[in-house]
Every structure is written in C-alpha cells, then in structure tokens.
C-alpha cells in the first residue's frame, strides 16, 4: 500500500511539473508577443527614416537617428506644459472619478437603498443608447459654457455605466453585516463608506484608477472638441496628435510643389510619439499590477 501511495504521489508530482512547465512557456511566449509590438514601436522611432522606407520596420534600428525625437521635443516648453496639463488632469479626474464610482456602486448595492434598481438601470440603459455628438457638443459649450475650459476634458470622464456596474459587484462581496454592526455604534453612511468600505475595496480601486488613469492619458477626442488651436497648452495626446499630422501636411505639401522633404521623419516620429505616450503608463503599472489582477480576478467571481 506504501508503495502504491508512493508511486501515485510521485506520478502527481511529474504531472504536476509538467503542467507548470507547459503552463510557463505557453505564459512567455504570450508575454513575448505582447512585447514584441511594443518593441518594434521602439526600435523604429530610433531608425532613420530612409532605412524604414527600404528595409521596413526593424525590433533593432538598421541605421541609429534621434532626428524624430528632435522633431518631437522642438518646443520642449510646449511638450512639458502638455505633459503637465495631462498630468494635472489625470490626477485630478482619477481622484474625483474613484470617489464618485465607489460612492455610487456602495449606494447601488445597499439593501436598504429603495431606488437601487431604477437607478441600475438607468446606469445600464446609458450603455445601449446616448444623444448623439450634437447635443453632447451643445451641452458642454452652449449650457455649460466649457468651451476652452479644462473642466469639459475632465467632466466627462469621471463616472462610467462599465466601472460603476463594476464596483457594485465587488461591493456586494462585502457582508452587509458590517455596516449594520456599524450604524448599531452610532456611525453614519458616510462614515461607514469612508472608514470602512473604502478601506476594504483597494483592489477594487486600484483597478477602476488604472482604467480611469489611462481614459484620461490616453483622452484626446473631448480636447480636439472644445479646445481650440489658441490654447497654448493642450492635452500630451493632442499635441502629439498635432504634430504628427503637421509634418504629414508638410511632406505631401512639399511633394505637391516639388521642393524635396525626404528626410522628414513621418514614419519614424509615429512611433517616437507613441513612446513618448505610453512610457509614464508603462513606468507607473508594475506598481498596480497585483491590485489590477485581484480586482479583476475578485470581481469575476464574486459578481
């Protein structure tokens, strides 16, 4: 009989090590084409542009210029002060939009709440039909008066039908014993919400931050909307956006008047403002990262 045990708890243990081995190398090679991309982002925005015209896109630059990053960083007083706003506006959006979502999805899952459902499905119906663009755009610069004005950048993006009806779900994993245990002490809603329930959703948090974090980097629809071009200072998306699409004006110009522009880097100076995009996203999301999972990971079990 202890040999059999035996036997068994050793085949266990090699089908086991099998398992995890296969498991490893299916995860790099997924994790290794999700890096290639990006890899090839990068080592293009270091290639000149001639060499890309010839030999195409390259992981490693053929011929080694920074002429793209040099376009990029003309006006470094103008990229910083974009960096800036996009900063200020990421920051403030997600610290608003975090309080607002928990605050909703706390009150949505509360038992006691008699509107909960009405108000859910008004929430939901928001992600099924919308106005349209046209009473959208009469609404933030005809009512709200937000045309050239930050706030209509940063309204828009703090609450979410998707990252509300996400947060109820995790909300509801808490045992509503606790908050009644706490209005038995004497403490009310908003005490409850801000010592005890915020506390106990962090992945939670941490997880519609990093959507509401990266809306806000990534925003730069609702800028070329209500911001106009006398705006010194824009969100980083748009002035990237702006200065791509300036140096694609003045290649094809150039070619329609004949005067020779082949060194304007437009290929290379796509993939330089990309990186030059997406790198504070890339430095800030390890340090997420396993709140991101467990939020994830939590909310798909529990809702």
């Not at 059999?4 to 090679?29: A, H, L, N, P, W």
């Not at 706390?106 to 919308?130: C, E, K, M, V």
């Not at 800030?284 to 939020?295: C, E, H, L, S």
């Amino acid at each position: 009989m202890e040999n059999r045990e035996e036997s068994r708890s050793i085949r266990t243990d090699i089908s086991g090590i099998i398992v995890k081995f296969f498991g490893y190398v299916f995860i790099s090679f997924f994790a290794l084409c999700c890096l290639l991309p990006f890899l090839l982002v990068l080592g293009t925005s270091f290639t000149a542009e001639g060499t890309i015209k010839k030999y195409g896109f390259n992981l490693w630059p053929r011929d080694f210029s920074t002429f793209a990053y040099k376009i990029v960083f003309e006006n470094p007083d103008l990229i910083i002060g974009s960096y800036l706003v996009t900063m200020a506006i990421t920051v403030l959006g997600t610290a608003l939009g975090l309080f607002l979502v928990a605050m909703t999805g706390y009150a949505l899952q509360r038992p006691d709440f008699g509107y909960r459902n009405g108000i859910s499905f008004f929430i939901y119906f928001t992600t099924l039909f919308s106005g349209g663009l046209v009473p959208f755009y009469l609404l933030m610069t005809q009512y709200l008066t937000l045309k050239d004005n930050y706030l209509a950048v940063l309204l828009p993006g703090l609450l979410s039908p998707f990252l509300i009806i996400m947060m109820k779900s995790f909300v509801r994993s808490i045992p509503h014993a606790i908050t009644e245990s706490a209005k038995i002490d004497g403490a009310g809603d908003f005490t409850i919400f801000l010592r005890l329930i915020l506390p106990m959703t962090t992945p939670a948090l941490a997880t519609i931050g990093l959507f509401i974090a990266l809306g806000y980097w990534n925003e730069w629809y609702n800028s070329m909307l209500f911001l106009s071009a006398d705006m010194k200072y824009r969100p980083l998306q748009l002035f990237l956006y702006n200065v791509v699409t300036s140096a694609d004006f003045i290649r094809n110009s150039s070619a329609a008047s004949n005067v020779p522009l082949r060194d304007m880097p437009l290929e290379s100076m796509k993939m330089a403002t990309a990186v030059v995009a997406t790198g504070p996203v890339i430095l800030f999301y390890p340090f997420v990262q396993k709140y991101f999972i467990k939020g994830i990971t939590v909310g798909a079990v529990k809702g």
